[in-house]
């Protein structure tokens, strides 16, 4: 059973620092491509990073140089750290994993960025 269980998120004032973590299981989690998306009220769904098995990385165009994707392979673990935070960050923030058969999701985790 593939689980994915996201963590970190929280209430933070504009220009503050959050790390979210997502623990992975159930998955060859080296192999497989992971994810940080973000939903806000009202909003669809949009990606924000992206990293690959190999450790190259993809950003949203609103997040970069603020925010970095990393993973831990060892762990089955992927992060996103999120620095110099502003209100429209706000939002449900969910982890992806990408296999060769399936997507999977966490069920998110509340990041409230106050102004």
């Known amino acids: 059973q593939v689980q994915l269980v996201e963590s970190g998120g929280g209430l933070v004032q504009a220009g503050g620092s959050l790390r979210l973590s997502c623990a992975a299981s159930g998955i060859i989690f080296s192999r497989n491509t992971m994810g940080w998306y973000r939903q806000a009220p009202g909003k669809q769904r949009e990606l924000v990073a992206t990293i690959i098995s190999g450790g190259s990385t993809n950003y949203a165009d609103s997040v970069k140089g603020r925010f970095t994707i990393s993973r831990d392979n060892a762990k089955n673990t992927v992060y996103l750290q999120m620095n110099s935070l502003k209100p429209e960050d706000t939002g449900v923030y969910y982890c992806?994993?990408?296999?060769?058969?399936?997507?999977?999701w966490g069920q998110g985790t509340q990041v409230t960025v106050s102004s």
């Open positions: 992806r994993a990408t296999t060769a058969l399936f997507d999977y």
